[in-house]
């Protein structure tokens, strides 16, 4: 299974880690044989969000860079277990690594049974039912780990056209979910204490998609440090949490959530996680942001949707810096509609509902296509640069 981070209060802090020339691969793009619809997405965050609240689970050298692919609702690398790739999701908001959600992921000749049995659920939208664990050979992005902790699933639930996921979150989250460990280092963990990488540090670069095209090989991680190609001006740095729900996660304190003039929340903790599609806001935020920009939610989609375009910013302000989404940025592009099953003529937010307790902010995927993040485990730290 991998992790990568801890979690400290909020201020928000102005330096920067190693930044190295990051090796980048060429990735085809990966075709996407069905997104389900745009409602079961909007309540896959939502039973992420629950399943945040809940528990768990029962039971150097330069940095590196490797592709991901935008399949629009998640974004999915192409990581070699034993010398066999499996296209698995990118998620900061779990943390630990498993394949089998398409075919079998049963152990390789380079790897060895650990005798464990895992469960996994909640985050993962993995069902809790006992799978075995293998130690084999991963490699992504050029770096490998000879012998790294894998869950084997027997069965899951939520995936489509992926095969499993791979956790960047904290190693803590892996605390119970092995029979045979406490918890499991993490990828990042591994790398970093065999000397692969000299900071424990992962870029994410994500950009949005291309008019209606629906799986771009758009994106990049960099493993143990950044890539400044990908980002223009400096990156702000603001300390996670440690105490709170959102604690648990790559979590941050936001001071504030603002529509044109309208404060809508002034203040809230949240996650930032790449597993997550939407970005979700408390529940009298998101009010709020309907009230001010004229809309309302739609049942058929569940996502909230407009009869006149809104022409405001809507602003996530963590510490004293504001990350600005335009109209452009937040609303879904027409170009989509057809894909998700929209009505034309109308207008749709990548803003939802995130609930009225507990951990009830995701700054998910949508946001983080126009910002690069990183996520640094070193010196418990998330940081934001504007998206090159």
Known sequence: MFFAALLTAAVAVSASPVERQAKTAVLSLKHVSNVTSIKNIVSKGQARMTAFNGPHAVGASPDASGPVTNEDVSYVAPVSIGGKTWDLIVDTGSSNTWCGAQSSCEKTSTGKSTGGT??????????????????????????????????????????????GIIGFGPVDLTEGTVSSANTVPTFMDNLYSQGSISTEVLGVSFSPESGSDTDDANGELTLGGTDSSKYSGSITYHPTLTSGSASEYWGLSIAS????????????????????????????????????????????????????????????????????????????????????????????????????????????????????????????????????
């Open 257 to 388: 959530f603002t529509y044109g003039s309208t404060t809508l929340a002034s203040s809230a903790t949240g996650i930032v996680d790449t597993g997550t599609t939407l970005i979700y806001i408390p529940t009298t935020a998101y009010n709020k942001f309907l009230s001010a920009a004229g809309g309302k939610t739609d049942s058929s989609s569940g996502l909230a949707l407009f009869t006149t375009k809104p022409t405001s910013n809507f602003i996530i302000k963590v510490g004293t810096i504001s990350y600005t989404l335009t109209p452009a940025q937040y609303l879904v592009p027409s170009a989509q509609y057809s894909y998700y099953g929209l009505t034309s003529g109308k207008y749709y937010a990548w803003i939802n509902d995130g609930g009225s307790s507990g951990v009830n902010t995701i700054i998910g995927q949508k946001f983080l296509e126009n910002y690069y993040s990183v996520f640094d485990t070193t010196n418990s730290r998330i940081g934001f640069a504007t998206g090159a």
């Open 118 to 163: 895992v469960c996994i659920h909640g985050a993962l939208q993995m069902d809790p039912n006992t799978d075995l664990t293998a130690a084999d050979k991963v490699t992504f992005g050029g770096l490998s780990v000879s012998s790294q902790s894998i869950g084997a699933a027997s069965t899951s639930s939520g995936f489509t056209s992926v095969d």
